[in-house]
Nanobody, 128 residues
Framework: QVQLVESGGGSVQAGDSLRLSCAAS????????MGWFRRAPGKEREFVAT??????????ADAVKGRFTISGLNAIPKSTVYLQMNSLKSEDTAVYYC???????????????????WGQGTQVTVSS
């Protein structure tokens, strides 16, 4: 059974940094991409970043490009993906979700529908 568990959220001031972690277990994730999404109050879930395990290549939403970095280690029995968030802004306040997508052709899956496994989310609150 695939399990994704996020950690590292919290409350910070604008300009601070946070690192989110996602522990993924239950299968090997070769052929998958791991992504981060977020949902702000009153808004739909939006794509943040993704990483392809096979190549290590990454893709970011414009809103976080240059401030956030996704990285990780694909290992057995547990893989871990990180989201380093720097220069945080109040608009980054959201629940952040880790997700896994089996790559079926999309180089960088960016929609929630492409991801089949999700974590429970971790809250990030940025005060200005």
């Amino acid at each position: 059974q695939v399990q994704l568990v996020e950690s590292g959220g919290g409350s910070v001031q604008a300009g601070d940094s946070l690192r989110l972690s996602c522990a993924a277990s239950g299968r090997t994730f070769s052929g998958y991409a791991m992504g981060w999404f977020r949902r702000a109050p009153g808004k739909e879930r939006e794509f943040v970043a993704t990483i392809r395990w096979s190549t290590g290549s990454t893709y970011y939403a414009d809103a976080v490009k240059g401030r956030f970095t996704i990285s990780g280690l694909n290992a057995i029995p547990k893989s871990t993906v990180y989201l380093q968030m720097n220069s945080l802004k109040s608009e980054d306040t959201a629940v952040y979700y880790c997700a896994a997508a089996y790559l079926r052709g999309s180089a960088y899956p960016r929609t929630p529908q492409e991801y089949t496994h999700w974590g429970q989310g971790t809250q990030v609150t940025v005060s200005s």
